[in-house]
């Protein structure tokens, strides 16, 4: 399958990130004529774009019940001490989405059926407090389907988000260790001390041992002067430092371009109506040709997420100065100045990809 993760030789689509795709999903398999399992599952489905839709009608009932259909989780919330919507129970909040009419049509599942799963299989979003750097979710675990560090710039007005990344370690007795260490990827001259910091988005793996992910940026090519939007991609591959450490050594590999939709436009500082940058870890990123090359001369500005202290996604700014493209500029992880305000917490994704955020650990 080209220009699919985590796909290798022949796979069917599975729309598990959105839920918004299983229509599209159901209607190529309607077309290809998909023939139907020769056994029927447990719920009595008989067909895959049946076991789509069933699932998406949990995972949508699930996401209702999270949100209370209305609530946006962003880490802010958690950064400035506020929570989700309190004061209804699951049960309610269930029944509210499944007779709204807002439900996956002909899913083969039962509300009853929805709701008995979803109550039974819910992450207990109390659990998710660092006690003394650990974080300790028990039998809770095997309902979690991603962590990842997040790091951010306290400005004194909110937070800049630094992205996502997979730096975390674990107990002998399974429990999630933080890391705390005052530092993020940068963009600088090999050797320098001083580097341009960016907001990196881990997607997945390339490999058994490196992983990839992403920085957004605006790219404006030398000799052109209207900047585009992009994606620099980065790889993560094991190496051993001059003092034997083992550690996650970041390369470039080139970039791809972002389309908005023609309406997008940049206005000054200001990156308008751009995609949420949070929400790249979509399994469709991968462009389906081979990434672009930097060239001498480009110029690259990074951009981040900015989320004010009453818990709003303001919008996507310029991070920092930019950057002429030149021989010897590196990707590598740098330490913040010890006047920098920092502050560092873990997204948590479970099973039905609802996004939570832990405490700031120290």
Do not use: H
């Not at 796979?11 to 599209?24: D, G, I, L, M, T």
């Not at 390339?206 to 980065?234: C, H, N, S, V």
């Not at 949420?276 to 110029?299: H, I, K, N, R, Y």
Request: overall charge negative.
């Amino acid at each position: 399958v080209s220009g699919m993760t985590d796909a290798y030789g022949i796979s069917v689509y599975f729309p598990y990130q959105k839920a918004s795709n299983v229509r599209k999903a159901t209607s190529n398999y309607a077309q290809i004529e998909q023939e139907k399992e020769n056994t029927e599952s447990d719920l009595g489905l008989d067909s895959y774009s049946e076991c789509i839709r069933a699932f998406a009608q949990v995972e949508s009932g699930a996401q209702y019940a999270a949100t209370g259909g209305s609530y946006q989780a962003y880490p802010s919330a958690t950064l400035s001490g506020s929570s989700s919507p309190a004061g209804i129970d699951m049960g309610s909040l269930l029944e509210m989405f499944l007779g709204s009419g807002r439900s996956i049509p002909d899913s083969g599942v039962s509300n009853e059926k929805v709701k008995e799963f979803v109550s039974l299989y819910q992450l207990d979003r109390s659990k998710l407090v660092f006690k003394d750097g650990v974080l300790d979710l028990g039998d809770q675990w095997v309902l979690v389907n991603g962590v990842d560090r997040n790091v951010f710039i306290d400005t004194g007005e909110g937070y800049i988000d630094l992205g996502l990344d997979n730096l975390f370690d674990w107990t002998e007795d399974g429990k999630l260790q933080a890391d705390t260490k005052r530092s993020a990827l940068a963009l600088g001259l090999k050797g320098e001390e001083k580097g341009q910091y960016i907001a990196y988005y881990n997607l997945s793996r390339w490999d058994d041992e490196t992983f990839y992910g992403m920085a957004p940026a605006l790219l404006t090519k030398k000799g052109e002067t209207e900047p585009q939007r992009i994606r620099l991609l980065i790889t993560l591959e094991p190496a051993v430092d001059e003092n034997g450490r083992p550690y996650d050594k970041p390369e470039i590999v080139g970039y791809e371009y972002v389309y908005p939709d023609a309406e997008d436009a940049i206005f000054g500082k200001t990156v308008s109506n751009l995609p949420a940058l949070t929400a790249s870890d979509d399994p469709d990123f991968v462009a389906e040709t081979v990434p672009e090359a930097l060239a001498e001369g480009d110029t690259i500005q990074f951009i981040a997420d900015f989320y004010t202290y009453d818990n709003k996604y303001q919008d996507s700014y310029e991070l920092g100065d930019p950057v002429v493209w030149t021989e010897g500029l590196e990707i590598s992880d740098k330490f913040f100045p010890d006047d920098k305000e920092i502050v560092i917490t873990y997204r948590v994704t479970d099973i039905y990809n609802n996004a939570y955020w832990t405490n700031p650990v120290k």
